[in-house]
């Protein structure tokens, strides 16, 4: 019951902005058995997602996710984030050619509100306390810190591709 009430609570932390959404679980529903995500009802989070990050994992990009010109490795200087298994990048960056100014841009094989509610579990876990965020349609952002980093995440759902995500995740250096 404490770790639900702390999981609550973390989540309520998280302030709207405009008239965005609070990305937040206000209760859960009765017809499926998952939960509300700024007013969505979302599904109890599928099976073949791991709950927690396992790197030598590979699970698949849907067949609809848009076609990646270029997939790299993740660079060991980035620090720890809880990226899901299977997340294939596609870009990166050392903003202002500073190595403590990072960006990196991927896809991930999971919807907009199942990687909310991934980030939203593992970034504690991981040693990072959220920020302010909001959520909008297709879209959900948040700030996080920790670890001797702060930083920012910005998830987009995939138009038409159920089952994909854009995760675009900043790290600066404390």
């Known amino acids: 019951m404490m770790p639900r009430f702390c999981f ?3 989540v309520l932390l998280l302030v709207a902005c405009g008239q965005d959404t609070p990305i937040g679980i206000e209760t859960p529903s009765s017809s499926n058995g998952g939960l509300v995500i700024g007013g969505r009802a979302t599904p109890t989070p599928r099976a073949d997602i791991p709950v927690t990050r396992d790197p030598t994992a590979d699970v698949a990009l849907p067949a609809c996710t848009p076609p990646l010109e270029q997939v790299i490795s993740l660079p060991e200087q980035f620090p720890k984030f809880p990226f899901p298994p299977g997340t ?3 870009n ?3 903003l202002n050619n500073d190595p403590n100014s990072l960006q990196v841009l991927g896809y991930a094989p999971m919807d907009l509100f199942d990687g909310l509610k991934y980030l939203v579990a593992e970034l504690p876990k991981q040693g990072y306390e959220l920020g302010y965020g909001d959520q909008e349609a297709n879209e959900a952002e948040s700030q996080f810190s920790g670890n001797g980093w702060r930083g920012a995440f910005v998830l987009r759902g995939v138009y038409e591709c159920e089952g994909v995500s854009l995760w675009r995740v900043v790290m600066l250096k404390q």
Do not use: A, E
Request: hydrophobic share 80%; net charge positive.
């Open 8 to 10: 609550l609570l973390l």
């Open 88 to 90: 294939k990048f596609t």
């Open 92 to 94: 990166f960056w050392m």
